[in-house]
Each structure stands twice: as C-alpha cells, then as structure tokens.
C-alpha cells in the first residue's frame, strides 16, 4: 500500500521517456465531442464505502484524490489540458502538457486528476496558486512544485471514442499506455479488493487523498452524470469556538478558530446545527470581549471570504469543541464544511497545539 502512494510522487532524477511520434497525418481526427472541452462522468457522495455488488459487474475502487479534474487530449500535433468547467487550462499546467505531448500517442484522450505534492503530502494550495498569475509567471512555480497528473481513466486510443467500452476493457487499455509513462503522467491504483480499498481509505488520509471513488466494472463512460460514487475519509479532531453565526443562544453555524503565533485565525466553519447540537453549543458560550480580533461580519464562501456577508456573533474563543472533518486542508485551514460532533468541556484553549 504505502509503495503504491511512494510511487506517485515525483522524484528528482531523471527518467527515460520513450518517444512517441509528434504527429499523425494518417489518424482520424477525434470526434467532436472529445476535441475539448470534454464533458466528465461524475460521481454521487455516499456515506460508506459501497459493497462489493454495489455496482454493475462488481465495484472497483479508486483513491479519491485532492487536485483538479483534468481531461488531456493528445490530437495530431498538440495537446490541450481541459478542466471539469470546460476552461482551457493548458497554460496553467505546462509541465504536464508537455510530458502529455511527449508520452501519449495521437488520438488520445484520458481523464484524470492533476495534484501537486508538498513532501508526503498533497497541496491544494499550490494548485490554486497555478490559477493566478499572469501565464508569463507559471514558469518559476513549475520549478519550485512540479505538477503530477494521475489519470484513471481512458476515453480515446487512436482516434477511437472508448466511451461506449466498459470500465474493465478502458482499464486495461490504460495500464498497457501508461506501462510505458514516466513522471508526472502517472496511473492511478485501481483494486476490486475491498479490504485493500479500505486500507487505503485509512491510510491514504494522512497523505490528503479524500477517500474512495467507486466504479462499475461494466459500466460506460456516461458524461455529465453522476454514475460513480464517492465516499469522504472523515476524523474528528477539535477546534476553539470563535464565533457563531446566529443568535449567541440559537447558533446556527459555528466558526471554528486555532491560533498560530498567538493569532486567532478563521480554521473553518460547520455546517447548520442540529436544534440539539445548537443547544448543546449555546450552553457552552460566551460573549466575547472588546479585545477579540475577529471583525463583526464574515464572508459565505471558503476561508471566510466571498463578495456575500453575514454577521459574526465573536464568543470569548475558550470553548473546545470536536468536529469531523475530511481531508481537504490547506494550510491548517478546513476547505470544506466541518461537522459538529460535541464540547469538550473536559479540554482547555491551550490542549491544541498551534497552527504552524
């Protein structure tokens, strides 16, 4: 298991890449529909892991991993790199276009994810850091953090739409292309084990990966709909009440808070409480005093950001409590919306240890 996560990060030397040709004047051109933007097949969140017979001929289970969907799509004498949303993003990811350009043949389309890591672990933030400078700047972050692709599946060889393939027959033409793929084109682990699958679901969360995506060995490819299923790796870990939105005494939402050098810095936000969980909350509160740094309105969108605000109810930031959390984390900071699991009376501000 762990050598199947190793293998996945970039490493520093060198690898042979057999050269495929740059151009195909004999092959037929890509059907319309997979010269890009490409539309996806999605997948549907579940609570547990899907059994076994869960799908049409058998689940197979998949890393869910934390990056961008990207569509490569190799045509006679370039390539492109298509995100979920239709945007061209071929500018933005450089170092995989090229390698694409490099290693797959004409007339090939896959489907996959593009990640960066940051030593063991995944880095959504440099991902988002590929989205924002001008494109004449990408080439000192491409140096700095080098980008992976992990693709999981195959959508055109030779010019030939696979779709209407089934998912075991679109696999087994992507490991024999991706046999012969050097870093950052990278293949991602596939098993019909569920135990294996299971042990990736708990071990893989320390390295970011989110979870599990599920997929029936006999099904199509089916674009725009949500046929694959997906399970988030979720653990409780606890965080300082910093504010409420709502009522002091009905908190719809709470703010969640950590300090990193002795800074109380927005970490995330739940989602709405439960009447039972909004009384257990309320019961634990405080007003905040005049010295509390947080401002009196907050964003609605991730960090606390966004054009839309809503008022922020500040509580004295000594109330620890426990949430679940998946593995989506930036920085410290939760990505997506935490749950409520209960107080913790019995622990005090200083048992979390700071952000670093």
């Not at 050098?261 to 969980?277: A, C, F």
Request: overall charge positive; charged content about 25%.
């Amino acid at each position: 298991m762990k050598r199947q996560l190793t293998e996945l990060r970039p490493e520093p030397r060198p690898h042979r890449v057999d050269a495929v040709p740059l151009s195909a004047p004999g092959l037929p051109a890509l059907p319309p529909e997979l010269a890009g933007p490409v539309a996806v097949e999605l997948a549907k969140p579940v609570r547990a892991i899907p059994a076994p017979g869960a799908l049409a001929g058998g689940c197979r289970y998949e890393p869910k991993w934390d990056g961008y969907r990207l569509v490569v799509v190799r045509e006679r004498s370039s390539t492109r790199l298509w995100s979920k949303q239709g945007r061209d993003l071929t500018d933005r990811f450089p170092d995989v276009a090229a390698a694409a350009l490099a290693q797959l043949p004409a007339g090939t389309v896959v489907d996959g994810e593009v990640v960066i890591w940051n030593g063991d672990r995944l880095d959504f933030g440099l991902l988002q850091r590929r989205m924002v400078p001008a494109a004449g700047r990408i080439a000192g972050q491409v140096a700095a953090a080098p980008a992976s692709y992990v693709a999981f599946d195959l959508l055109a060889a030779g010019g030939e739409d696979l779709r209407g393939r089934t998912l075991a027959r679109r696999r087994a033409a992507l490991e024999e292309l991706a046999a012969r793929w050097a870093p950052p084109m990278q293949l991602s682990p596939m098993t019909a084990d569920p135990a294996e699958a299971r042990q990736w679901f708990d071990d893989f969360r320390a390295a970011g990966v989110e979870g599990l995506v599920a997929k029936g060995a006999a099904t199509r490819y089916a674009p725009g709909r949500r046929e694959w299923l997906k399970v988030k790796s979720w653990e409780t870990t606890e965080v300082l009440a910093g504010g409420v939105i709502g009522a002091l005494d009905r908190p719809s939402q709470l703010v969640a808070g950590r300090y990193r050098d002795g800074e109380l810095v927005v970490v995330g936000r739940t989602g709405p409480l439960s009447p039972r969980q909004a009384a257990e909350l309320a019961g634990a509160l405080r007003p905040a005093g005049a010295d509390h740094p947080w401002p009196d309105r907050i964003g609605t969108g991730r960090f606390g950001g966004g054009r839309l605000s809503v008022p922020l109810t500040r509580v004295e930031p000594t109330t620890v409590v426990e949430v679940s959390a998946d593995a989506a984390l930036q920085a410290g900071v939760f990505r997506h919306p935490l749950r409520f699991v209960r107080t913790r009376p019995d622990l005090r501000a200083d048992d979390l240890p700071p952000l670093p």
